[in-house]
């Protein structure tokens, strides 16, 4: 890190030894999106538990969601898979995802 001075600065330094300057705060590096939900390391395809994971819902809220058609997914026999890119694609549209059914206070009611 630099000071202003030019003068080169230690790290965690709140005051430049040359000229007294406060030090530059340095600016938090924000995560993008890509990184945040670890795109590159996704699978193309998920299962209903990785569905999940990525969603950061329980199971049993994507396999409501499926039973309701409310997420885009397809059938491999009886198997539920989801792409990724749609899935996204999906959540990124949503302003609330809801089931029929709410959870309160850990009971589940319909
Ligand atoms: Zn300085």
């Known amino acids: 890190m630099l000071c202003k001075c030019g003068a080169g600065l230690p790290k965690g330094a709140k005051f ?5 300057a406060k030090a530059p705060k340095r600016k938090p590096k924000y995560p993008t999106i890509a990184d945040e939900l670890y795109i590159n390391k996704v699978d193309p395809v998920l299962t209903v538990k990785e569905a999940a994971v990525l969603l950061k819902v329980s199971e049993w809220m994507i396999y409501e969601l ?3 058609n409310k997420i885009p997914f397809f059938q491999i026999g009886n198997r539920k ?3 990724t890119s749609e899935l996204l694609e999906w959540a ?3 302003k609330e ?3 029929r059914a709410t ?3 850990g009971k589940i009611s319909s």
């Open 92 to 94: 990124s549209k949503q």
């Open 81 to 83: 898979r989801f792409r």
């Open 16 to 20: 430049c030894m040359e000229c007294g």
């Open 103 to 105: 959870v309160q206070e």
């Open 66 to 68: 499926t039973y309701q």
């Open 97 to 99: 995802i809801t089931t």
